[in-house]
């Protein structure tokens, strides 16, 4: 079955620095793959996928991913950190013709001003 | 308004009680998913439908039980509460099979088993 790692559970940084929060996956086919935020309180929202085509994945609120077929990894990034920004974010991961998604753990992204 | 709604989103239950989860959405979506989120776990899925009458098992499925009668609708139900089951539960749903669709949550109910 597929899964998901996210190897850090807290990613601290400062306000206008760049952000990394790293996801590494597993599957036997090709992936699509996936980055939601969940903010307090509240349920997942979806920031953005990939699914085939460029390897840079540009989403919500300025957030993009790199897909890296060779590292199996795909990292959710951002140029310049808001403290909006503070809250979970979860890597996911579906293999092709299977309906059940894998998780990753999260991580808790908080950014200071 | 328009989206997916959980009922409730607060509940308190003894081991042993029968409780169920509410979960209802309006944009006619065909998969319907249930999910769970204890902590160092992120979300696993307990079970998923394909559409009406239609259900399968996901992860961790052990003391649950779910229906689809109607499209809109996905309950599910704690025949016999334990503590173990004590988390956070989400629904979401999603439109297209294949892997691409995105899946929308709704905000989530969460269960206290004493």
């Known amino acids: 079955a597929q899964s998901v790692a996210q190897p850090e559970d807290q990613v601290n940084v400062a306000e206008g620095n760049p952000l990394t929060v790293k996801c590494t996956y597993s599957?036997?086919?090709?992936?699509?793959l996936f980055w939601y935020v969940q903010y307090p309180n509240r349920g997942l929202q979806f920031l953005l996928k990939?699914?085939?085509?460029?390897?840079l994945v540009k989403g919500s609120y300025g957030f993009e991913a790199e897909f890296n077929k060779s590292q199996t990894s795909f990292h959710l990034k951002k140029p310049s950190a808001l403290v909006s920004d503070s809250a979970l974010y979860f890597c996911a991961v579906r293999d092709l013709g299977n309906n059940d998604m894998r998780f990753g753990a999260g991580t808790r992204l908080t950014v200071k001003p | 308004d328009a989206g997916i709604t959980q009922s409730p989103r607060y509940k308190i239950t003894e081991t042993g009680r029968q409780v169920t989860l509410m979960c209802h959405q309006t944009w006619s979506h065909s998969y319907m998913f249930w999910y769970r989120q204890d902590l160092g776990h992120g979300l696993r899925l307990i079970y998923y439908s394909a559409a009406a009458d239609i259900t399968d098992k996901g992860e961790v499925p052990d003391g649950y039980v779910v229906s689809r009668s109607k499209t809109e609708n996905f309950p599910l139900t704690l025949e016999s509460a334990t503590r173990s089951q004590t988390s956070v539960y989400f629904c979401?749903?999603?439109?297209?099979?294949?892997?691409?669709?995105?899946?929308?949550f709704g905000p989530g109910t969460r269960l206290l088993v004493l």
């Open positions: 990939y699914i085939t085509g460029d390897n």
């Open positions: 599957v036997s086919g090709n992936p699509y």
């Open positions: 979401a749903s999603s439109d297209l099979a294949g892997g691409q669709e995105t899946q929308y």
